[in-house]
């Protein structure tokens, strides 16, 4: 069997056909077993039994006879011969059947002839005789015969004969079937012997498939641990596997060792690499380079020859010089340069790629040594490229033929090597022009002290720079001990400046809006109150009402502010009265409606009040604050709302909510909940927060659609909380708000402290008192300039003048102060308007131009204007109520000519058109 080698898949397959076959022969030894046990089974179940039934009926057919004869006799009836005849006729065939099934037993067979005479003498000298002499009626001849009992004798003598031989037949059937038994009994031995030993044949073929197998993996898995644990760091690739089997562990050993074999030799080709390329380092002329290189790399590759010709421009040629050399003979061992395509150095450099040659002759080059000289029989010619460039050629010659690895090194060299030639050639070109340019230096300093002055100088800079790069090295690892806890600071500060620029951003918005919504019913009182006060006459009796109305709306506008100050300012005080007393719920809608009906017609919305009908009557609360706030949210909402409808609600609120919103409020507390709802404009979700915050509002710019503070709803959320209640926002973009007023029902009189953030109020207030400041400096500014000169009529009359502002009190009190000097005024309530206006007619002859208003601000419409329109020349004096600092700055970088601040001072106003008007007729 050593000569037959099976793989792992035939032994598997080999040791189940083996563990089958034994199976099968079981099998087959148990079945002819079976067979035989079957045999015996059927010979007792069949043939005894047959037996004993053919003897039983031989018997059965005498007592028969008997029986029929005894009847006959008896009764004298014929019938009874029926049976008798049946059994006289029926006896001997039932007989020679017995007999010939006894054919395999002689002494049965002799006992059962032993009764066939009986029988036969019974029926012929008993039975026949004594139905013939009934017959015959014989009587006496019947009474003899029974008296002398011949039939019974021999009646007893056949059941004895019959008795014997059913006895001997049961004996030899027991004997049959204790021989069963046990035929049984070794049948089942011989079935658990069978089975224990196909158990013990495929235990010992598993055992010896799996250690035919398994031992070979161990000594593959035995040799690859040999391989990697030589040592700790480095891996032997040099040892093989061995393995003695020609199965698939054989193909596996023999992968494995393919495998270690590539690794030896990329192992190698690193180690080389790596060898040559450290070589390189420090090295900084070609000469030395290209030599360490060639003596380095020729013993690697197995050559006994090598050469290196370098690149070298001569004007327009280009040659490679030889530089380097290896095992070279003599001066004419090798040729001293080469042009482009001239011989295999040359045609190499210009095809960009490596020659190699086997099988020289013997008289291409010969290697000397002291024994002898000898011929080289392969030759390598490789390119060193650089960025596509042959910058060399290198030459090896070998005994032997060069092999796959010997290629690869060389590939892999290339760009290491060409990289090195052109860093060495740099760095030799740089030595050189630093050596011209210290020659030149010389000279300039012989020539000129005061250059070499400055070198000097320039030297004792590097010196302390050198120092100083000392010293910062020395700090170097203090700073990095520190930056952990400087990045932390750092963050920390980031924060806080955050912080401090949202707070000085909500102060500085707060002014800005503040001072426009103070200056602008301002103005519009001044203005019109000179104008008043200026009145010789001419102002006839209309339009003195209709200027004081003017007067009058914006005197309420301003106290409406000043008022909310004061609100605020009592609050940031710290503490606040409250006066409790029983406010009467039933009179609020009517109230509600007889306030702002009005405004909901003027502004054709719908307006609803709901109450519910389980809402007390009276309530115990400040009546003041409560109405204070409710008008506040109703005000707001007719504010926002450009279509659509405002829906009050007065109803009981849901203990549970109220349980949730106000946790420290007693259970058993009725609340009362008044919720304004709008279908305006709508609160953004991140904006929702802010809203309530003082100087806060959605849209802070200064060219937003709608004026305020931003107090209201702040002032509303702190007497909210000094009632003891709540206030709540429910709001979704251009779908409208709902703000949900909840108050206790009972609340006790008491003074209620409250704490804001004292801080940004600081803040507020010391801006306040620089923009006065400011204002105060530029006003006197503004009058030690002005002027004073005699009204010009011919000067004013009949220029057009474009008014951009949307503040209706402003434009009727500048309109009617302009139109009395004869101005045409033409009046936009926007920025955009204004564009629209000045490109439809271009000939005003001056703007005055607002800062803060909707859709478009001045800024923008200023800077569109100067930009987009190109009309440079024509004045624009900007309308501020801003008194921010800076902000006359702001507005001539958006293009303003001049610049006016509000409240203005009309004198003013017409000292700078007189200004700016005359210098457009100076310029025309």
Known sequence: MKGLQFNIHTKIIAGYIFILV??????????????????EVDYI?????????????????????????????????????EPYNIASRNWLDNFNKLHSLLASNGTQQRNLEEIKPLIINYITSSAEYVVNQ??????????????????????DELRNHFGSFLENQKNLTNR??????????????????????????????????????????????????????????????????????????????????????????????????????????????????????????????????????????????????KEAGYAITGEEGAAASFRLGEGLIGQAAMDKRIFLIDKLPEEHYKVASGLGESSPRNLLVAP??????????????????????????????????????????????????????????????????????????????QEQLRITNEYLEEQKQFAEQRAFDL???????????????????????????????????????LILSQMLMENDGDMDSEEVKDSARVVYTAGSDLLRLIDDILDLSKIEAGKIEILTDEVNVTEIPQMMKSMFKPVAVKKKLTFEVHTASNVPAVITTDGQRLQQIWKNLLSNAFKFTEQGS?????????????????????????????????TGIGIAPEKQEIIFNAFQQVDGTTNRQYGGTGLGLSICREFTRLLGGAITVQSEPEKGSTFTLYIPCSLEPAEYPLQLEQLAMNEAAVSVREVVEDQQKDSDETAAAEVVEATDDQLFKGKKVLLVEDDQRNVFALVTAMEKKGVKVQVAENGKAAIEFLQEHGDFDLVFMDIMMPVMGGYEAMKTIRQDLAMDRLPIIALTAKAMKGERDKCMEAGASDYIMKPLNINQLFSLMRVWLTEQVNAE
Request: proline share 1%; charged share 25%; aromatic share 6%.
């Open 176 to 321: 049959r079937v204790e021989q069963l038994t046990q035929n049984n009994n070794n049948l089942k031995i011989t079935l658990y012997g069978i089975i224990m030993m196909v158990t013990v044949i495929t235990i010992a073929t598993a055992v010896f498939l799996s250690n035919s197998i398994v031992k070979t993996i161990k000594e593959v898995v035995t040799t690859i641990r040999s391989v990697t644990d030589a040592r700790e760091t480095e891996v032997d690739l040099s040892t093989r596997i061995e393995v003695s089997t020609h199965d698939e562990t054989r193909e596996l050993a023999e992968a494995m060792n393919d495998l270690l074999s590539n690794l030896e030799k990329q192992n190698w080709i690193q180690k080389s690499v790596a060898e040559i390329s450290t070589m390189y380092q420090g090295m900084t002329d070609l000469t030395d380079l290209t030599h360490a290189f060639i003596t380095k790399l020729t013993p690697l590759l197995g050559g006994v020859y090598g050469v290196v010709y370098l690149r070298r421009n001569q004007g327009s040629e280009v040659r490679y010089v």
């Open 487 to 525: 990045k932390k600071a750092k963050d920390e500060l980031e924060d806080y400046s955050r912080k401090l620029q949202a707070s000085s951003q909500y102060k500085t918005d707060f002014l800005a809006n503040m001072s426009h919504e103070l200056r602008t019913p301002l103005n519009s009182i």
């Open 134 to 155: 009934k017959k015959i009626n014989n009587q006496r001849a019947l009474d003899e015969y029974f008296q002398n009992n011949n039939g019974k004798k021999k009646t």
């Open 45 to 81: 179940s069949q043939h005894d039994i047959e037996v004993h039934n053919l003897a039983n009926q031989i018997q059965k057919n005498v007592v028969d006879m008997e029986t029929g004869m005894r009847g006959y006799v008896i009764t004298g009836n014929e019938e009874y011969l």
């Open 22 to 39: 034994c199976l099968v022969v079981s099998l087959l030894i148990v079945m002819d077993r079976m067979s035989a046990m079957q045999k």
């Open 384 to 461: 060193i490229l650089v960025d596509g460039r042959v910058e060399a050629v290198v030459e090896f010659a070998s005994f032997q033929p060069f092999k796959s690895q010997h290629l690869t090194l060389l590939d892999l060299l290339q760009d290491k090597f060409g990289s090195a030639i052109t860093n060495v050639a740099g760095r030799m070109e740089v030595e050189r022009l630093l050596g011209e340019s210290q020659v030149m230096t010389e000279e300039l300093q012989a020539q000129s002290e005061e250059l070499q002055a400055q070198s000097e100088e320039l030297q004792m800079q």
């Open 646 to 678: 405002v829906t009050v609600r007065i109803e009981t609120a849901d203990p549970d909510y109220v349980q949730e919103l106000l946790p420290g409020l007693d259970e058993e507390e009725l609340v009362l909940s008044i919720s304004v709802s709008d």
